[in-house]
């Protein structure tokens, strides 16, 4: 495993954490962390893990991009932005579409930037405690590369989400949870007992049927009906070549033998699949 300057990373079987480790700077996102993030998700990826947990050290979630690193000092200098932009949006794009459930611990501070990450994140565990902000307006511009995406999906009333966008007023983790951004929220104290609980019942199923429903749900939501009730059945045929037909010769033959309940409990995984 590699070492980085402004993350740490750990992969500990099936799951890899990274977390943003810039405390003094409320953990915002420098160029060399960008840098540094793109590589971990590719070796995050070779290591196969099935999730991959992103959080912030101390008080700091993320703090959103470095307001000085990323814009102000190089501003004048286009191939520099360029250059750090390359980096930003690779692995923004990178995760995205990261065949690991990637979620996000939000810890803190989480403003413009760090939303955007939280946004990207299937899934979102935060800190009743944790305050959020699309700041952005507040310096004088709209939420962008992706943040606008990202409140745009994660807020489903439109008046919710453009009161956050047009005001830039602070929420609590809380009220993330209301407004459906985040998964869940819980008190700080009980944060990282509530993501290892999650990470377990995670770990425990398969790493294709996890990776085949995010991707399945992503597609799905723009199609009409009878184009995604195709698009599901074929995609379960691929899982079954793929996982030589597991779901079948493995867990529905235990559960002919009465062996689980499939509504409360998941089979017991035999081989990596
Ligand atoms: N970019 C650059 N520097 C940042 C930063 C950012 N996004 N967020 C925090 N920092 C720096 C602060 O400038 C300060 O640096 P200094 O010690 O050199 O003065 C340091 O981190 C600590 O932050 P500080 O403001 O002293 O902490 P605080 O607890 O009083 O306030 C915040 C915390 C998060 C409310 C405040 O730092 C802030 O408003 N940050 C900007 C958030 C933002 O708008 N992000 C959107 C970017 S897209």
Not at 115 to 143: H, K, Q, R, Y
Not at 170 to 180: L, M, N
Not at 214 to 236: I, S, T
Request: glycine share 6%; hydrophobic share 40%.
């Amino acid at each position: 495993m590699s070492s980085y300057e402004c993350i740490n990373l750990t992969i500990d079987g099936d799951v890899a954490t990274i977390q943003f480790n810039r405390p003094e700077k409320k953990n915002c996102m420098s160029p060399t962390l960008h840098n540094n993030v793109r590589n971990a998700l590719v070796e995050v990826e070779k290591a196969r893990v099935k999730v991959l947990v992103i959080t912030g050290i101390k008080d700091a979630f993320c703090a959103g991009m470095d307001l000085e690193q990323c814009f102000f000092e190089p501003f004048d200098d286009p191939q520099r932005m360029a250059a750090i932009n390359d980096d930003v949006f690779t692995w923004f794009q990178h995760l995205k579409k990261f065949p690991a459930v990637t979620i996000a611990k939000v810890n803190g501070w989480c403003f413009g930037g760090g939303m955007e990450l939280a946004g990207i994140c299937d899934i979102a565990i935060v800190a009743d405690e944790s305050t959020w902000g699309l700041s952005e307006v507040n310096f004088g511009i709209f939420p962008g590369g992706g943040t606008s995406w990202a409140y745009a999906h994660n807020i489903p009333s439109r008046k919710k989400a453009l009161y956050y966008g047009l005001t830039g007023e602070t929420f609590t983790g809380k009220q993330a949870e209301e407004i459906g951004y985040a998964t869940k929220s819980v008190p700080l104290a009980q944060l990282d007992a509530e993501t290892d609980r999650v990470v377990k019942m995670l770990s425990r199923l398969g790493r294709t049927v996890l990776r085949k429903t995010k991707e399945v749900y992503e597609k799905v939501k723009w199609m009409d009906f009878e184009a995604a009730v195709d698009y599901e059945m074929a995609k379960l045929w691929e899982l079954s070549r793929e996982t030589n037909d597991d779901w079948i010769r493995t867990a529905l033959a235990s559960f002919k033998r009465r062996e689980f309940k499939p509504g409360t409990q998941s089979y017991k995984l035999t081989k990596d699949v």
